[in-house]
């Protein structure tokens, strides 16, 4: 079975600050990765998916996430952050070979940004 | 291009009572669906998913079932709501076993 450690449960920053959400999964197998955004009372968007090729992904907004295979993980970056980033985050893995289209999410970072 | 679609928005239940909730996906076939729960501090739950009409997976034993249909209808239904079952309930879609996409919700109260 897979797992998604989302390292910080909230992260404030302030304005214009760069800011880094952490995920780290889990897995016996090769695995997709994704970054989903969910603002108040809304369903969940996806920021970034990673299936193959270059390990650093640009996705909306201007974040982007590299995946790191060796250390298992697939962090969340933006350089300069708005009021208007603030949401939750959520990363998740599913198994390439695994289930069709089974993802694994983690538990949810919730980001503030600060005027 | 594709869309999916949940009603109600937002729904408040006495204990005991049935549920019915509906997601319709648009501009694709066959997809993959699924219903997450998600309660307060809690992430999200995957409560089933169907790969086909009338094909329904579960992942947590609860007072809850699914049914599927028609190929982009998916149901999600209770005889007899209890408190726990309150949260905020998402439908999703994929095709090709990659990434998601997600409706826009249920608010569930349960009183």
């Known amino acids: 079975a897979q797992s998604v450690t989302q390292l910080d449960s909230q992260v404030p920053v302030f304005e214009e600050a760069p800011v880094e959400l952490r995920c780290n999964y889990s897995s016996s197998v090769s695995v997709y990765l994704f970054w989903y955004v969910q603002y108040p009372n809304q369903g969940l968007q996806l920021l970034l998916k990673y299936l193959s090729g270059s390990t650093l992904v640009k996705g909306i907004n201007g974040f982007e996430a590299e995946f790191n295979k060796s250390q298992t993980s697939f962090h969340l970056r933006k350089p300069s952050v708005h009021i208007s980033d603030t949401a939750e985050y959520f990363c998740?893995?599913?198994?390439?070979?695994?289930?069709?289209?089974?993802?694994?999410f983690g538990r949810g970072t919730q980001l503030t940004v600060w005027p | 291009s594709q869309t999916i679609h949940q009603w109600p928005a937002t729904l408040v239940q006495p204990v005991g009572s049935p549920l019915s909730l509906e997601c319709t996906v648009e501009?694709?076939?066959?997809?993959?669906l699924y219903w997450y729960r998600q309660a307060a501090g809690r992430g999200l739950q995957l409560l089933f998913y169907s790969v086909g009409i009338g094909q329904i997976s579960s992942e947590v034993p609860q007072n809850l079932s699914a049914s599927r249909p028609q190929d982009r209808q998916f149901i999600l239904s209770s005889k007899k709501l209890l408190l726990s079952d309150s949260g905020f309930y998402l439908c999703?879609?994929?095709?090709?076993?990659?990434?998601?996409?997600f409706g826009p919700g249920t608010r569930l109260t349960v009183t």
């Open positions: 998740a893995v599913s198994e390439i070979r695994g289930t069709l289209g089974r993802l694994y």
């Open positions: 501009g694709t076939s066959n997809p993959n």
């Open positions: 999703a879609w994929s095709v090709g076993g990659n990434e998601q996409y």
